[in-house]
């Protein structure tokens, strides 16, 4: 047997790693985006006093005695005052309280800056409207920000002489013993962060019914309610007409309604029909497809393009000389309680439901003419939902333990496309 030998072939692969270094060597990687900071709101100006201080009001007034308090007295003495520490004490026995870490007021801090720098941009953003060839912006007199509510992100609740709320009265310390449910006891403490909360949102540039036409309640809500329904004479209709300052509303979701297959009269004539009284066929989805995403709730958020078409209702509807304002629009991350903190700052969901009804807020100003006031969402940092803490809707979140915040994306594209927009 005879055995050939073949020479390797190395020239050609060596000729190829050659190109190969070549190539690399003439490619210039491209530079990282350069970091951006956000932008703070400019310096406050002085703000308007509306009321001078008690003591120097109360000499207008008969001669009266005033209480004040601290904090419920295990041995209260004053058994004979009628709003005495007795008084107070009383109100709360019968309530279990956690207490918070600290009972005094937080002055400020400066927000590091390594925590105003913004994320990198959104994987897809809304186009630019040009109308008239200008890009559309908000009026100069435009209200945006977020919101938030007292019992759900103060704490503090047996504090300075607070009362028990009509919800302290009613659970009574009982709440579901789930992971996420609790009570609203110390919740984010802002009753005495508030001043850290403010600058926080300052330091990424975050600002801040029939009857209204004249009319009677309608008549099915009388009939539903009976008399507990207050009537009003022709004169009072007459002088409500018209007063209202402006028009409110929340939106959270949207569902599809449609007429019944006997009819909207058939089933308004039958209180025995099972769709009664509102005689509508509800859904929250369309040829099989829901109407948006879901959040942490059991319900789609609502869409863009709808809040468009709701802000023209209300506006043709309900006018008013102040315009609309959307009082609270927002949305919790699924599962965001499962999430690190790395990855809740860095989730897409609220920037992905946030964006795109600003965009149709400004094309319902621009494009449609619409009134619109302001904007607030909900809600500037995660807090106590009625029972528990698993909705995290805020836009910051924090630690329960040591109340230290930290903010989430959506904050910065929120404020970003907000000052991106305003007018010049």
Request: proline share 9%; with cysteine.
């Amino acid at each position: 047997m005879r055995i050939q030998s073949t020479p390797l072939q190395r020239a050609p692969i060596l000729t190829l790693c050659l190109v190969q270094v070549a190539a690399q060597e003439a490619y210039q990687w491209p530079s990282y985006r350069p970091l951006e900071y956000a932008t703070p709101v400019s310096a406050a100006q002085e703000a308007p006093t509306y009321a001078r201080p008690y003591s120097q009001l109360s000499t207008l007034l008969e001669p009266r005695s005033t209480t004040t308090w601290n904090a419920p007295d295990t041995t209260p003495t004053d058994h004979g005052m009628e709003y005495g520490n007795a008084a107070l004490s009383s109100l709360w026995a019968p309530i279990p309280v956690l207490s918070p870490s600290f009972t005094t007021t937080a002055s400020p801090t400066p927000v590091p800056s390594a925590e105003l720098i913004k994320p990198p941009p959104l994987p897809l953003q809304p186009s630019q409207d040009i109308t008239s060839n200008k890009t559309l912006t908000f009026p100069e007199d435009f209200q945006w920000g977020f919101a938030g509510a007292a019992l759900q992100i103060e704490g503090a609740i047996q504090s300075e002489g607070r009362g028990p709320s009509i919800w302290e009265n009613r659970s009574r310390g009982n709440y579901s013993s789930s992971p996420g449910a609790g009570p609203p006891d110390i919740a984010a403490l802002n009753y005495y962060l508030y001043k850290q909360d403010i600058a926080r949102l300052a330091a990424v540039g975050v600002q801040s019914c029939p009857l209204f036409l004249g009319e009677n309640v309608p008549q099915s809500m009388i009939d539903a309610v009976g008399d507990r329904v207050p009537s009003y004479t022709p004169e009072e209709l007459e002088l409500f007409n018209g007063t209202a300052d402006f028009f409110a509303f929340d939106i959270y979701t949207a569902s599809y309604h449609s007429e019944p297959e006997s009819g909207f009269g058939a089933c308004a004539a039958d209180s025995e029909h099972p769709l009664y009284p509102e005689c509508t066929v509800t859904s929250t989805s369309r040829g099989g497809w829901e109407a948006n995403f879901h959040g942490n709730v059991d319900r789609p958020a609502v869409p863009a393009e709808h809040v468009r078409a709701i802000l023209g209702f209300l506006q043709a509807t309900y006018p008013t000389k102040g315009g609309i304002t959307i009082a609270e629009f927002g949305l919790p991350a699924f599962k965001a309680s499962d999430m690190s903190t790395d990855h809740i700052r860095s989730d897409l969901a609220q920037s992905e439901f946030y964006i795109p009804i600003l965009n149709e807020v400004l094309k319902a100003i621009n494009i449609d003419g619409v009134h619109v006031k302001g904007l607030y969402g909900w809600s500037y940092l995660d807090n106590w939902e009625w029972g528990q803490y698993d909705d995290k809707y805020g836009v910051q979140g924090y630690n329960q333990t040591t109340q230290e915040r930290f903010y989430k994306r959506a904050i910065f594209d929120y404020a970003g496309f907000m000052q991106e927009h305003r007018a010049a």
